[in-house]
């Protein structure tokens, strides 16, 4: 079967919605992996949206802390723009819904809340719920999606391969409930999200694979950035044996003034950086990972600075901690630093447009520059509101060609990925293309990888996830100096100056 749309969405987290919402008129084939609203990293974020709306602030300095935390090698106008519509980007999820947390004013006006985190030079950040902003995003806008005539929503449903025709991308090959269909439209838009599942540790679901990036890479499109993997300093630390998705200890605990401590109970970030534990998070997360490394475990303590208000203003923290019997307001929380955001991804121009025509790309798995070498805290749901809504404008002003006729289509045979074989992927970038790097390691990375790709089927999940793993590697190892968050311990001349 062969549906007909204007346009593909492939990803449901905040940059497919928001994308999709915007570009009615036309018709739009939304694909997701799970249930609306409940697939994607979008809805675990906790810290909120960046945006220069107090007195004290405005977009220029937004973006100026958005260029130091990515180490100037962000593109500029991408900044800007992202910056400066930031702070109407916010009041637009407001009127459709999202319910941010506000106090009144002397005057009994309702006024944002704006929290603080590492490498801000103001209180910039907009929550929802406390630390469930993430979910209260995608509350309001998946309900907007489900109330737009103009959108069409595939659920389990996974995109297996690009279609081509007339050197252009023309659809999607698609397995749903159903069987294999594909959806011929004349832009399709990738916004399927970052890469933690490829690493043993991260803060992301486990369908934030990469999957995306795959697809692209099969079709021949530019990756850039590949080597810049942010890590967050602060995950709950698993029970012996355990890897995937761990619970995120949100920077606004730290912005809150908790502490972190070894196993001895020595507060040690103050002899790493002046900012102590609101230095930029590649610094605090390779402290953190350094105590590890030692053979130390390292733990958040909130007893003093959040103590008795701990479930009320971090509720989903404190639920994660429950799970797993910690009492935060007595006790310090174990952590481990977990991949959390890719700066690279698709390359795209101003436009979302990446280099194969009919491709875009929007969100965590594109790389328009804006994050540089290390993204700054909370930019990143506001990257895919803002370059969401501008890509969906852009398509819906007609800037699309015609869907190319597709007559016919042969699916691709997915086998899904391998436990054992995600484990073993997990390991190797870790071990080797984590939060510090050396050739020594990288180029066992690259032999290792390059041996599970030999033991694949070439359709298998596995096999896309070890070219996208690659990527990383490849552009790790071109990288040879240190930079943001791709930190090479043999840099010649290394820069390890602050980033964000
Ligand atoms: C956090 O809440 O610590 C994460 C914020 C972000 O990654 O932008």
């Not at 697809?215 to 890897?243: C, I, K, N, W, Y």
């Not at 096999?463 to 690659?470: H, K, M, T, Y």
């Not at 311990?489 to 964000?500: E, F, H, I, L």
């Amino acid at each position: 079967m062969i549906d007909q749309f204007d346009i593909v969405v492939i990803g449901s987290g905040i940059a497919g919605l928001t994308t999709a919402l915007a570009a009615a008129p036309k018709r739009v084939a939304l694909i997701t992996r799970g249930a609306l609203s409940r697939d994607g990293s979008s809805r675990w974020a906790q810290g909120g949206i960046a945006a220069a709306i107090g007195a004290d602030d405005t977009p220029l300095l937004h973006a100026q802390d958005t260029l130091v935390a990515g180490q100037y090698l962000n593109d500029r106008s991408a900044v800007d723009r992202l910056t400066s519509v930031a702070p109407q980007t916010v009041r637009w999820l407001a009127a459709i819904g999202a319910q941010f947390d506000t106090r009144e004013n002397a005057r009994h006006e309702k006024r944002f809340v704006l929290g603080r985190e590492a490498a801000h030079s103001r209180a910039r950040i907009v929550h929802a719920g406390g630390d469930a902003s993430g979910a209260e995003i995608m509350r309001a806008l998946a309900k907007a999606v489900g109330d737009a005539g103009h959108i069409t929503v595939f659920e389990q449903s996974q995109a297996s391969d690009l279609l081509t025709a007339h050197e252009r991308i023309c659809g999607a090959a698609v397995r749903g409930p159903q069987g294999d269909f594909a959806i011929a439209a004349a832009a399709v838009v990738l916004a399927t999200g970052g890469i933690g599942a490829l690493y043993r540790y991260t803060t992301n679901p486990s369908t934030a694979d990469g999957s995306g990036i795959a697809l692209a890479l099969r079709a021949g499109a530019v990756l850039s950035d590949m080597e810049f993997v942010q890590f967050h300093p602060t995950a709950l630390a698993p029970l012996s044996g355990h890897s995937g998705q761990l619970p995120l200890l949100t920077e606004a605990l730290r912005g809150a003034g908790a502490i972190l401590i070894n196993a001895g109970g020595r507060r040690f970030m103050l002899a790493h950086s002046p900012a102590a534990e609101l230095a930029p998070r590649d610094v605090v997360a390779r402290a953190v990972w350094a105590e590890l490394e030692r053979g130390g475990q390292v733990f958040l303590d909130a007893r003093k600075a959040v103590g008795a208000a701990f479930p009320q203003r971090f509720p989903t923290v404190f639920a994660a901690c429950q799970v797993r019997g910690i009492d935060p307001r007595e006790q310090p929380i174990p952590v481990v630093p977990a991949e959390h955001y890719l700066m690279g991804g698709v390359r795209v121009d101003v436009h979302a447009a990446s280099s194969l025509p009919g491709l875009y790309a929007v969100g965590e798995c594109a790389c328009s520059g804006v994050h540089g070498a290390n993204r700054l805290a909370s930019n990143s749901l506001l990257e895919g509101l803002v370059f969401g809504r501008e890509l969906g404008v852009h398509l819906a002003r007609g800037n699309v060609s015609t869907a190319s006729h597709i007559a016919e289509f042969t699916p691709r045979n997915i086998e899904p990925a391998t436990q054992e074989r995600a484990q073993k992927i997990g390991d190797v970038l870790w071990r080797n293309a984590g939060l510090v790097r050396d050739a020594t390691g990288l180029f066992s990375a690259r032999e290792q990888l390059a041996a599970l790709l030999h033991d694949c089927a070439e359709a298998a999940q596995d096999a896309d996830r070890i070219r996208v793993a690659q990527s990383i590697v490849d552009a790790a190892l071109a990288r040879r100096d240190s930079i943001g968050a791709h930190y090479r311990r043999d840099a010649v001349a290394a820069n390890t100056a602050a980033s964000g």
